[in-house]
């Protein structure tokens, strides 16, 4: 089988199509080298699948790419490719978002149509805003409260109205907050991680009791390929850790992890940041076998031992 992974050099992007090498199959990855992030992190995620001869790669954008060849004889597509960021989305760069994550995204889609295969697209637990209803189901409602939300959830219904009108079988994952190696070095982890390892301030937004679903990498992985084998078309499926827990336990949990006290500023909430997610994935169960199989803790660690043999090296190149 041979499938096509967007966004292939970031931290999900490359996990899937390791995966799915892994499993014996081609893989196409394209990615445009964003640069929210060093370019040196993208490409150390890159460094094993390149190895692999049943792995092409293009450095390309879905916006200007010709999107046909890269499309043959492909059976699923993993549209893993976007603008991340909640806090960097507000102002003037809100276009970066809307052209990556939704123009790029209907691009796509409109390249699919007519073709066999089937369409797995990342969204996000963003979507649905500072709702008091929890745990959040796929069928409570959405109202993002960051720019970001905005567009994900703009992908959501455009994925949902290709299979509507042109038969191109979408599934959507929602993700709540994936961690794990390969991290991107904006997210809280990676950031508390490498200060606390380093002996650095780690800024904590809001008071610290806020609390978020945690899914470690593996995790996520899992769910997209079950997804691409008995995802309904059409559906929504949340795809949480079960590791719902506040800020001051993962930095305790850092740092016993780490050996090192943490250096904590407080400092004030930001813009488009929720106070709570937590995800219902009883439909992923029932559809898809989805069960998160990775603690916390263990997670943690192993973020731990990447940051450490990982990042810190390729910061004194």
């Known amino acids: 089988m041979k499938v096509l992974v967007t966004g292939a050099a970031g931290f999900i992007g490359s996990a899937i199509a390791r995966a799915e090498l892994d499993r014996g199959n081609d893989v196409v990855g394209i990615d445009c080298f964003l640069d929210y992030y060093p370019r040196a992190i993208k490409e150390n995620n890159l460094k094993a699948l390149r190895g692999n001869k049943r792995f ?61 295969l089937r ?102 992985v899992a769910a997209n390929l079950a997804a691409a084998e008995k995802g309904k078309p059409g559906e929504v499926y949340n795809i949480g850790g079960g590791s719902r827990v506040t800020m001051h336990d993962v930095i305790a949990m850092v740092e016993i992890l780490t050996g090192r006290a943490a250096k904590i500023r407080e400092t004030e909430a930001q813009k488009g940041d929720v106070r709570h997610t937590y995800a219902d994935t009883t439909r992923a169960l029932n559809d898809l076998g989805y069960k998160p199989k990775v603690k916390l803790e263990d997670g943690l660690r192993a973020e731990c031992e990447w940051i450490r043999s990982v990042i810190l090296p390729l910061e004194r190149k």
């Open 56 to 116: 092409s790669f293009i450095e390309a954008s879905l916006l200007n790419e010709d999107l046909g060849p890269l499309l043959k004889d492909v059976e699923v597509v993993y549209h893993e490719a976007a603008q991340a960021g909640v806090r960097a989305s507000w102002g003037r760069d809100f276009e970066i978002y809307t052209t990556n994550n939704v123009l790029a995204t209907q691009r796509l889609l409109e390249a699919c149509k007519g073709r066999n």
């Open 119 to 220: 369409f797995i697209y990342a969204s996000s637990s963003s979507v649905y805003g500072n709702t008091e209803q929890l745990p959040m189901r796929e069928d409570h409602p959405t109202a993002p409260v960051s720019p970001y939300g905005v567009t994900k959830l703009a992908g959501e219904h455009l994925v949902r109205l290709y299979w509507a009108n042109f038969g191109v079988p979408t599934v959507s994952l929602r993700y709540f907050t994936v961690y794990g190696p390969g991290q991107r070095p904006d997210m809280a982890f990676h950031r508390l991680i490498r200060a606390t390892i380093r002996g650095e301030e780690f800024p904590l937004y809001g008071d610290g009791d806020q609390t978020r679903d945690f899914t470690f990498i593996s995790d996520a």
